[in-house]
Every structure is written in C-alpha cells, then in structure tokens.
C-alpha cells in the first residue's frame, strides 16, 4: 500500500464516526500534490447537499483526531467540501445513483479518434460503463476510462 493509499485509508476510518454521527455520506478521501502543496480533501454529502457549516462541522472534528493521531509525515492542507455538481463517478453507489442520468466520459486512449464522449448512464458493472447517445448504446471498460463524471448544462 502506497503513503497515499494509506493516508487515505487512516483518514476515512478517522472521519466515519463523524459522517456517521451527522448523517452524512462520505464520497471520497483524497491526499494530493499540488504545486507545491499536500492536501488531504475530504468529499461529503448529504440529502439535499452539503453546506459551509457541515463542512466546517467535519473539518474541525476530523482536524483534532488527525493532529492527536499525527500519522501524516507531510505538513499538509485539509479541506472538507461537498464533492460538487461536477461529480466523478467513483464507486458502484456513485453509479447506481446517476443511472438515467446524463455523464461525461473521458478516456485514456481515443477510440476512432475520440477521446471524450457524453451520453445517458443506461448500465454498468465493475468492469463497464455503458451510457447510451443518440439512440446508440456505447460501453466501455472501466480501466479505460480516465474520468467519468455527472455531466452539467449550463
């Protein structure tokens, strides 16, 4: 398991009982590099969305329980926020919730020459993704795809 992994891994076992507590869903624990910056970002959601003060609920008691547990060898930055309209897709339950729901694709390698697909969630599995555009159905295998996200029209 990687520094990261683990990280990522302590952090979310650190946070359950909070996200529990105030009956939230944990979306994703991340910890990056960014010029120059580690974060540690904490994705939560709720019924109805997230707002400042659930995230400022979150990030003051996972703050303590990090600094009393202190296995983080990096200064870093924590932040805890709502995961945003822009979702990815991550886990099944992220999938099964956006099922009828219209994504963005992107994938690592173009397939005939196209790298970035849009279209309805109609299924998936661990292994593919299929969404369906202009009335054709396409699937994709998971490892191929770079970013899946909720799609958002403006």
Known sequence: MSKREEYEKKTEELVMPFIEENNFELFDVEYVKEMGNYYLRVYI???GGIN????EVISRALSDKLDENDF???AYILEVSSPGLGRPLKKNKDFARSVDEEVEIKLYKAVNKVKDFKGVLKSYDDETVTIEEDGEKMTFNRKDIA????????
Request: charged share 50%; glycine share 0%.
């Open 147 to 154: 970013l899946i996200r909720l799609a958002i029209d403006f």
């Open 52 to 55: 400042i003060d659930d995230c």
């Open 45 to 47: 959601d709720k019924e």
């Open 72 to 74: 983080i060898d990096d």
